[in-house]
C-alpha cells in the first residue's frame, strides 16, 4: 500500500501542469453556465482516497516554476541552504513534503539525514528550519489522518503542534498555530460537534471581504506590505489611460472599503490640461453599513473641493445583490462608466446567483472598462485535503511575507495574522458549503468566467506596468522579494516566486476603446 502511495503521489507531483489544470477546470466552469464553479458544492458520495488527492497540487510549487529534476519535486541543493541563504517558509514547508511522500506513515521521529534521500540537504538546515520542517511534516501527517477517519490519532499530532508553534514565534511556528487550529476544527466537523454556524460566522469581518471604512491594521500594514499599494496604483493608471479623452467620468467601486485608493485618481484628473474633467461621480456599492460609505463620500468630495474638481459622489445598498438592477445606478448620457473590482467577485463564488446577478448587471451598464484584482490561489476544490495543501503553501507565503516586512512583536502584524490569515485558513480548511464564503481562483479560471459574459481582455497599459514597478521599487523596502510580471494580457504580483495576486482589465465586446 504505501508503494502505491508513493507511486501516484509522485505521479501527480511530476504530471501536474499548472496552467492545463486551470484550463480543464475553466471547461468545467463553462459547461454549467449557471455557476462559477460547479464542482464546489456537490456532494461526495465516497470519501476521495488521500492516495489520489492529496499531493498531485504540490507540484505548482517548484521554487521559480523550476522544471522537476530527476522524477523528484526538491529544487534545493546543499549549496541553496546554507547558512548564507536561508530558505523561504515555503522552501520550509516544500522540504517537509518531499520527505512526508517519500516515506508515508512514517512518524516524524523515524527520519534522520543518514536515512533521507535529501540527507545533504537537511544536514545543512539551521536549527530553526529543521525545527520548521518538522512542524510541516506534523500537519502534513495530521491532514492525512483525518482524510482517512483517523481522528484520534490526528488530535495527538495537533497536540504536538501546538506545543511547538507558538502566535509570536517564526512564521512557520506562527502559521503552525492556525493551521493545527483550523484543524481541529476540521476534526469537530467531521465528527458532527461542531457548533452549527450561520454562515458568516466562521470568518471574521475583515477577511470576509466585505467590511467597509477605516481598518487602522489594514491602513498601517500598507504602509509596509507592497502588494494593495500595487494593485491600487496598476488600477489607477490604467483607469487614467481609458478614460484620458473623457469629460464626464463615472467609477462605480464594488468594495470601495476606505476609499483612500481614489485620492491619486482625483489628483491626476485635476492637473489634466487636455480635456478638462466636467464631472466626477463615484458611485460605491454597499451592502451593509451606510453611513459609514457616506463618510466617505464626504471625504472624498471635500478632497477634490480643494482641487476644483467637479465632484459627486452616490451609494447604491442593496441588502442582497440578488437584487441588484440597473436602474440602482444613476448613469447619465455621455458618462464614461469605469468599473472598479477589487478582491469583491471571490467573496460570490459560493453564492453563484448573487455573482451571476451582478455580472449582468454590469453587462446592461456596458462599462468602457473593468478593472479587477483577485487573490492568485485556488482553494475552491469540494476536497478537503486539497484545499489543506493550498493553504498550507500559499499562507506559508503570507507568512514568510510579514516576518520580511514587520516586526514579530508588531501589533498590526499579530492582529492581521489573527483576524485575516487565521480567518482565512479556518474557512479554507475547516468550513464546507455555505460557510465557506470566500474562495479564491486563478486568473485562468476568471478569464474563461468572464468570456462567459461576452467581456474580452485588453492588455494592461506599459505604463500601469512601470507604475506599479515604480511603487514597489522606491516605497518597499520589501521590493526585492516581490515581483510583478505580465501573465498574458494581465499582471501577476508574487512573492519569492509564488503568485500572490492577479490583475486584470476588461471590456465588452461591443465596448470602444480609448486611447
Known amino acids: 500500500m504505501a508503494d502505491t502511495r508513493v507511486s501516484v503521489l509522485e505521479d501527480g507531483i511530476n504530471n501536474r501542469n499548472k496552467s492545463s489544470r486551470a484550463q480543464n477546470y475553466a471547461g468545467a466552469y463553462c459547461e454549467q453556465p449557471s455557476t462559477l464553479a460547479p464542482e464546489l458544492d456537490l456532494p461526495v458520495k465516497h470519501k476521495p482516497d488521500f492516495k489520489s488527492a492529496s499531493f498531485e497540487l504540490l507540484g505548482k510549487y517548484e521554487k521559480g516554476g523550476k522544471k522537476l529534476e530527476d522524477g523528484h519535486l526538491s529544487t534545493l541543493s546543499s549549496e541553496s541552504t546554507t547558512s548564507s541563504q536561508k530558505l523561504s517558509t515555503e522552501e520550509i514547508v516544500r522540504v517537509a513534503a518531499e520527505r512526508y511522500i517519500q516515506f508515508p506513515g512514517k512518524d516524524l521521529d523515524y527520519f534522520t539525514s543518514l536515512i533521507h534521500p535529501y540527507g545533504s540537504v537537511l544536514s545543512s538546515l539551521s536549527v530553526e528550519e529543521t525545527s520548521g ?106 483607469i487614467l489611460e481609458h478614460v484620458a479623452v473623457e469629460t464626464n467620468i463615472h467609477l462605480i467601486d464594488l468594495h470601495i472599503r476606505s476609499g483612500t485608493h481614489w485620492l491619486p485618481m482625483i489628483q491626476a484628473l485635476s492637473e489634466r490640461e487636455a480635456h478638462p474633467v466636467q464631472l466626477l461621480k463615484i458611485t460605491a456599492l454597499n451592502t451593509e453599513d451606510n453611513q459609514k460609505v457616506e463618510d466617505i463620500g464626504m471625504r472624498l468630495e471635500s478632497f477634490a473641493n480643494t ?144 468570456a462567459r459574459f461576452k467581456m474580452v481582455e485588453v492588455e494592461v497599459p506599459k505604463s500601469s506596468f512601470h507604475q506599479a514597478e515604480m511603487v514597489l521599487k522606491t516605497e518597499f523596502s520589501g521590493a526585492r522579494f516581490c515581483s510583478l510580471k505580465y501573465d498574458g494580457k494581465g499582471l501577476i504580483i508574487g512573492w519569492k516566486g509564488t503568485p500572490m495576486f492577479s490583475f486584470s482589465t476588461w471590456k465588452f465586446e461591443q465596448t470602444r476603446l480609448h486611447f
Open 307 to 450: 482641487l476644483n474638481i467637479n465632484f459627486s459622489f452616490d451609494v447604491v445598498t442593496v441588502d442582497d445583490l440578488s437584487y441588484l438592477k440597473k436602474e440602482s445606478f444613476d448613469i447619465q448620457s455621455g458618462e464614461a462608466v469605469v468599473i472598479f473590482a477589487p478582491t469583491i467577485l471571490r467573496s460570490m463564488i459560493s453564492r453563484p446567483d448573487k455573482l451571476e446577478t451582478l455580472m449582468r448587471v454590469i453587462g446592461e451598464l456596458n462599462p468602457l472598462i473593468m478593472t479587477l484584482y483577485e487573490v492568485d490561489a485556488s482553494d475552491n476544490s469540494p476536497l478537503f485535503i486539497n484545499r489543506f495543501v493550498e493553504a498550507l503553501f500559499f499562507y506559508s507565503t503570507w507568512f514568510d511575507c510579514l516576518e520580511n516586512c514587520l516586526d514579530r512583536d508588531n501589533q498590526y502584524r499579530m492582529n492581521l495574522e489573527r483576524n485575516y490569515f487565521g480567518g482565512g485558513i479556518m474557512n479554507t480548511i475547516a468550513s464546507e458549503g455555505e460557510e465557506r464564503i470566500t474562495r479564491s481562483v486563478k486568473i485562468d479560471v476568471w478569464r474563461s468566467f468572464l
Open 133 to 238: 520542517a518538522d512542524l510541516a511534516h506534523l500537519l502534513l501527517d495530521a491532514a492525512d489522518r483525518i482524510q482517512d477517519g483517523k481522528f484520534d490519532s490526528a488530535r495527538r499530532l495537533l497536540s504536538r503542534c501546538q506545543c511547538m508553534a507558538s502566535k509570536s514565534g517564526n512564521p512557520i511556528e506562527r502559521l503552525t498555530s492556525y493551521i493545527s487550529e483550523a484543524l481541529q476544527e476540521r476534526i469537530r466537523t467531521e465528527t458532527g460537534s461542531r457548533k452549527i454556524r450561520m454562515v458568516n460566522e466562521n470568518v471574521s469581518a475583515p477577511y470576509s471581504g466585505l467590511s467597509t471604512g477605516f481598518d487602522q491594521t489594514v491602513v498601517a500594514t500598507q504602509v509596509t506590505i507592497p502588494f494593495s499599494k500595487v494593485l491600487h496604483f496598476a488600477s489607477m493608471q490604467t
